[in-house]
């Protein structure tokens, strides 16, 4: 992103920045013996007005903008509750709250004044540069929105230049090398989040798989990384029946992508990260009702999710060595169309009796953990759109995970927390296994309506070869019917960010 971000320095002329922003607290209003001040004498006494009439409560999120009026050399500033305690997630929420205010005002230069009362209690708490990438995440990832198609494309709002200007005695103290380093990495994060939902978003007559495999090819030749592509001819020969089967129905035909990160070649270790790209899904011969198929488009976010991530690590160059595998096809009805009681030999020489055809990404997850493990892959980590059953026991609040190795998902969960994305993990009792057991064949493709979620992500697992494995389902979190905090309306790009906390940090 070509955006200018600065700190502990104003912009050259205070008149160019449109919008001041300033994040407050309850205490800050509250009305005592020795009043700090915010920004200017007479606003802040009009910002106490407010909060004395239950008007501005300096609530988490809750925002007002000030015109100015010429007592101050912006013409505007956004005043933003923030929760004291709430950690690095608190910043994240303010900044992004801050920048759909921003946005509104079409303020493309802007000041955040950060108080002592903040960079003494939540950045000191956080730590300097935990807190700079968060409030550069806020910031960038809510005002990335949903680019439409139209015959007259409008322009899309851009911060074109941040600076974050400490206030008081703090400025002395603040830390200007790591504040530097958390920007620079909160724009990459952002980059990488705002790359898999740009890929989501984009309709399914544009994005096949084989636009799905130029996108990755053009990412990995900018970032000077070894990619595979295996068309149909090629995953026949490498017997990849799940991927085939599902991809069978659609004139436009499967394809398997892999691309390699090799950080540290000495080592043995290697991330394997498995994102499902179905670029769109019908359900197959067993059709989705209509209403609501034309979100479809997204169940390749766990694909997308994977590009961000390998987009990130390729830009920060850790030594870890990465795997990324996307199994990718569309799922469509035909006369050529995988049938309930058809039977699949997947690339494992496991058989699949498949009795639901909308139950189709775990059969090219399946393919895709084993290309993984066939390149190397010591530990696995797929990322789907896999059930609605998922957003039926967890909303649109957290990502369902399910694991065999519980030391591998605390690392996962260490990674989320740090990136303010839920998960939360299901239950694997050898009970569920049961479920998807098969008359005809090793497996069946769904155990049912019930644990669905839960038999799903095991279908998954059984092809790990007992390798450490997690499956995080982003069934209810990869697409939002409305925005929130730094997420937006449509594609989310969720756990891009947690992907590459969990890969950087383990480096």
Not at 96 to 114: E, M, R, W, Y
Not at 163 to 180: I, K, M, N, R, Y
Not at 300 to 327: D, F, H, Q, S, T
Not at 368 to 380: E, M, N, P, S, V
């Amino acid at each position: 992103m070509s955006i200018q971000f600065t700190y502990g320095v104003r912009l050259a002329d205070e008149a160019l920045a449109d919008a001041v922003i300033r994040f407050v607290s309850k205490s800050e209003l509250t009305r005592g013996e020795a009043l700090q001040p915010i920004v200017q004498p007479q606003i802040d006494e009009a910002l106490r007005t407010l909060f004395d009439k239950g008007q501005f409560q300096a609530e988490a999120e809750q925002t007002e903008v000030f015109a100015t009026l010429g007592l101050y050399p912006a013409s505007h500033i956004v005043f933003v509750g923030l929760e004291q305690e709430g950690g690095a997630d608190s910043l994240r929420k303010a900044a992004a709250a801050a920048a759909k205010a921003v946005k509104k005002l079409h303020a493309g230069s802007v000041q955040v004044l950060l108080s002592e009362t903040l960079l003494g209690g939540t950045v000191a708490a956080v730590g300097t540069e935990q807190a700079a990438q968060a409030l550069t995440e806020g910031l960038l990832l809510a005002i990335h929105v949903r680019q439409p198609l139209k015959r007259e494309q409008s322009e899309r709002f851009v911060l074109k230049n941040v600076a974050f200007v400490p206030q008081g005695a703090a400025a002395a103290a603040s830390d200007v090398t790591l504040w530097e380093q958390g920007i620079e990495k909160g724009k990459l994060y952002a980059e990488g989040v705002s790359f898999a939902r740009d890929l989501t978003n984009l309709p399914g007559n544009d994005l096949t798989p084989e636009r799905l495999a130029h996108h990755a090819e053009e990412l990995a030749r900018e970032l000077d990384l070894e990619i595979e592509v295996i068309d149909e001819w090629s995953a026949a020969e490498q017997r990849m029946g799940g991927l085939l089967g599902v991809g069978q129905g659609s004139i436009n035909p499967p394809r398997m992508i892999v691309i390699h990160y090799k950080g540290d070649p000495k080592s043995d270790e290697t991330w394997g990260l498995i994102g499902k790209g179905i670029t769109f899904d019908t359900g197959g011969i067993s059709l989705k009702r209509a209403e609501g198929m034309q979100e479809m488009i997204s169940d390749m976010g766990g694909a997308a999710a994977v590009l961000g991530a390998i987009r990130v690590i390729g830009e920060l160059k850790p030594a870890v060595n990465v795997v990324a595998v996307i199994p990718t096809a569309e799922n469509m009805p035909s006369d050529r169309a995988l049938k309930p009681g058809d039977v699949l030999r997947m690339m494992s020489g496991h058989t699949v009796e498949v009795v639901n055809t909308d139950a189709e990404g775990r059969l090219v997850l399946a393919d895709g953990l084993t290309t993984a493990i066939t390149r190397g892959a010591t530990k696995l980590v797929d990322v789907a759109t896999l059930t609605g059953a998922v957003g039926v026991a967890l909303g649109s609040e957290a990502t369902g995970a399910v694991t065999n190795n519980d030391a591998l998902l605390k690392q996962v969960l260490s990674a989320a927390e740090r990136t303010g994305e839920r998960i939360w993990q299901l239950p694997a009792y050898p009970e569920y296994k049961k479920l998807i057991k098969s008359d005809a064949a090793d497996l069946k493709n769904s155990g049912g309506r019930y644990a669905g979620t839960i038999t799903g992500g095991l279908f998954i697992g059984h092809f790990a070869e007992g390798l450490p494995w997690v499956h995080l389902d982003i069934g209810g979190t990869a697409w939002l019917e409305s925005s929130r905090g730094w997420e937006p309306k449509g594609a989310t790009g969720v756990m891009v960010r947690t992907l590459v906390e969990l890969v950087v940090n383990q480096a």
